[in-house]
C-alpha cells in the first residue's frame, strides 16, 4: 500500500503548529502522530513524506520516532528542511529514497506530482479529460485542513499534510476515492 503526508514537523515547538491540530504541547503532537501512524502504516507500505518532518533536533526522542515509523520512507524536502536536516534524514535505516524537491508518480493509470508546496500541474484543457488521465498534485506544506484547498481554483491538487487527514497518513486510494467524490459532488452543485 502507499501512504502519503506532509508537514509533521516533529520537534517545531511552537503553538501554531500544535494547537490548530488539537494539541497542547509538541509532545502531545508528536505522540499522535507516532500513534496514528503505527495504526495506520506496515512494514511493507510505502510512506511518502512530503517535506517538513522534522524541524530541529531538540532531543533524541525524535530519532526514536523516526527510526521506529513504520514502512519504507520516500523524502521529498520542504522549506524548513535545511541541508543538516536532510544529510541526517537520509542516514536513516528506513528511508529507502531521497526524492529532492519532486518527483512523479504512476498509480494504475492515475499520474501524480509529489511536492511540498502546491504547484499547477496542467492547463484547463485538462478538464477534457478523464480524471486517471490528468496529472494531480499532491502536496503539503499550508497547514491547511482543506484537502481540497486549491481544487475551486482549477488546480489538480490534493493537499496531504497531516493538518488535512486529522494526524493520519493518507492512502493512495484514499487520495482516489476523495479525487472522484470532489469532482462528483462539482458536477452535481454545476447542474444546480
Known amino acids: 500500500?502507499?501512504?502519503?503526508?506532509?508537514?509533521?514537523?516533529?520537534?517545531?515547538?511552537?503553538?501554531?503548529?500544535y494547537e490548530p491540530r488539537g494539541f497542547n504541547s509538541m509532545q502531545e503532537n508528536a505522540d499522535t502522530i507516532f500513534a496514528n501512524f503505527q495504526e495506520t502504516v506496515s512494514s511493507e507500505d510505502d510512506l511518502y513524506i512530503l517535506g517538513d518532518l522534522?524541524?530541529?533536533?531538540?532531543?533524541d526522542m525524535y530519532v526514536e520516532y523516526l527510526t521506529a515509523l513504520p514502512g519504507k520512507l520516500h523524502l521529498?524536502?520542504?522549506?524548513?528542511?535545511?541541508?543538516?536536516r536532510k544529510d541526517f534524514l537520509s542516514t536513516l535505516p528506513n528511508v529507502v529514497e531521497t526524492l529532492g524537491c519532486g518527483a512523479?508518480?504512476?498509480?494504475?493509470?492515475?499520474?501524480?506530482?509529489?511536492?511540498?508546496?502546491?504547484t499547477l500541474t496542467a492547463n484547463y484543457d485538462d478538464y477534457d479529460k478523464?480524471?486517471?488521465?490528468?496529472?494531480?498534485?499532491?502536496?503539503?506544506?499550508?497547514?491547511?485542513?482543506?484537502?481540497y484547498e486549491f481544487m475551486d481554483?482549477?488546480?489538480?491538487?490534493?493537499?496531504?499534510a497531516v493538518d488535512a487527514h486529522n494526524c493520519y497518513p493518507v492512502s493512495i486510494e484514499q487520495v482516489i476515492e476523495d479525487i472522484k467524490w470532489y469532482y462528483i459532488q462539482r458536477q452535481y452543485e454545476m447542474r444546480d
Do not use: E
Not at 104 to 118: C, E, I
Open 130 to 147: 478523464p480524471l486517471k488521465a490528468r496529472i494531480w498534485n499532491l502536496h503539503g506544506h499550508t497547514h491547511s485542513n482543506n484537502m
Open 104 to 118: 512523479t508518480l504512476r498509480y494504475g493509470k492515475w499520474h501524480f506530482l509529489l511536492s511540498h508546496y502546491p
Open 153 to 160: 481554483r482549477g488546480w489538480q491538487s490534493y493537499n496531504v
Open 1 to 17: 500500500m502507499l501512504y502519503f503526508c506532509s508537514d509533521l514537523h516533529l520537534g517545531h515547538d511552537k503553538s501554531f503548529i
Open 76 to 84: 521529498l524536502w520542504g522549506n524548513h528542511d535545511s541541508d543538516r
Open 54 to 59: 522534522l524541524v530541529g533536533f531538540s532531543s
